[in-house]
């Protein structure tokens, strides 16, 4: 079996409320914009049940990826601690969006009363609207994610989509917090043979001017998966769940955590353009679905659960869109169970995806950034 593990709340089991050690996390820094001559985005006020303008739409989902949106985009200007991520009541840019929504009687209906939030920033000549969606493919499902995504389309009459956040990793090269930048998603079909697996392409490809600025590499937050923070992880985990795992094993075949050494980051964050000129996809599941050491789906960027179904409808709608897509959680050690995978994978999300999440929305800052310095 496999499983992805993008958001906290998609584990592939109940992890029996396993809290991962949070002590000594760091703060992340307030972003000095002008270090590389730019300016953070403003602010603009929100009016009416109806979706702003926009040149340029970021959509996100999970918790952490919020965080590190309101960060990147919103209060740049002030540092933020691991606990101040998960104070999402305090951020009152936000706006709770919930127009023309169709009836909902399934699972958990009674948490699905509003498409999302969103903020609406500028950045220089370019209005961005921020959306943190409260609409997936695996709950409400297929058909309301796509209806969201038309609606954003409608109202804000963007020229350019980006969905961005965290991924389990597939590819036996990303380390934890590798970012990919892809224009194409692929549908996953547990019935279908992988060559009737759709996939749809937009031809967004991606200006790495501003990444490439000198200084920009320094905007990055560090990734605190120390060594000794692995191991007392490790160590937490196999206490809770009364195993013995060891972090890291010599013998492929002898389980182990990380085998491959992917949980321990590099330095500088690899930022992936897999546009140009290799044009990877993402794999999008509806199902915990992972990549894993013996190379199961490493033809893929990342395994994430949400992007193939925007990628349809943009395309559709003649709407340009990319994925931004960070490594919070890396391909997972194929001989371990795959219960041990995906909760090995979300308490490596839960620790570290806030700072993975950081430098996803620093990367997407910088592609706006040089569309609209081309644009000028």
Not at 19 to 36: K, V
Not at 153 to 171: H, N, Q
Request: aromatic residues 10%; contains cysteine; proline residues 7%.
């Amino acid at each position: 079996m496999a499983r992805s593990a993008p958001h906290p709340s998609k584990k592939a089991s109940d992890s029996g409320s396993f809290y991962p050690p949070e002590d000594g996390l760091p703060t992340l820094p307030a972003i000095d914009w002008g270090s590389i001559g730019a300016t953070a985005p403003t602010v603009l006020p929100a009016s009416g049940d109806a979706l702003p303008e926009a040149d340029v739409v970021v959509i996100t989902w999970a918790e952490a990826e919020w965080a590190a949106l309101q960060h990147v985009f919103v209060s740049s200007g002030e540092a933020m601690t691991h606990d101040q991520s998960k104070a999402d009541h305090e951020w009152t840019q936000w706006t709770r969006y919930d127009k023309d929504m169709p009836p909902y009687s399934g699972h958990d209906a009674e948490s699905w009363t509003y498409w999302g939030l969103y903020c609406l920033v500028q950045m220089g000549s370019t209005r961005v609207l921020l959306f943190k969606s409260n609409t997936h493919l695996d709950w409400p499902g297929a058909a309301y994610l796509g209806a969201m995504i038309e609606q954003i389309v409608k109202e804000s009459s963007p020229s350019m989509l980006f969905s961005i956040g965290t991924a389990g990793g597939s590819r036996l090269t990303d380390h934890l917090g590798a970012v990919n930048v892809v224009n194409a998603g692929t549908l996953y079909s547990a019935s279908d043979p992988t060559s009737d697996w759709p996939t749809y392409a937009s031809d967004y490809t991606p200006d790495w001017t501003t990444i490439s600025k000198s200084g920009f590499d320094a905007l990055l937050v560090d990734i605190p998966a120390t060594e000794d923070r692995l191991q007392a992880l490790a160590a937490a985990f196999n206490a809770h769940y009364g195993t013995d795992t060891p972090l890291h094993g010599t013998d492929p075949d002898t389980p182990s955590f990380d085998p491959l050494g992917l949980c321990t980051p590099t330095s500088p964050v690899a930022l992936n353009d897999l546009v140009t000129p290799t044009n990877v996809p993402l794999l999008t599941t509806a199902t915990f679905v992972v990549g894993t050491t013996d190379g199961q789906y490493a033809d893929y960027a990342v395994i994430e659960m949400d992007d193939a179904v925007i990628g349809k409808v943009c395309q559709e709608k003649g709407v340009a869109f990319g994925f931004v897509r960070n490594v919070s959680d890396p391909a997972q050690n194929a001989v371990l169970p795959s219960e041990v995978q995906g909760n090995w994978g979300s308490a490596v999300y839960e620790t570290f995806g806030l700072y993975t999440s950081v430098n996803g929305a620093l990367t997407t800052w910088a592609l706006i950034d040089a569309m609209a310095s081309s644009d000028a």
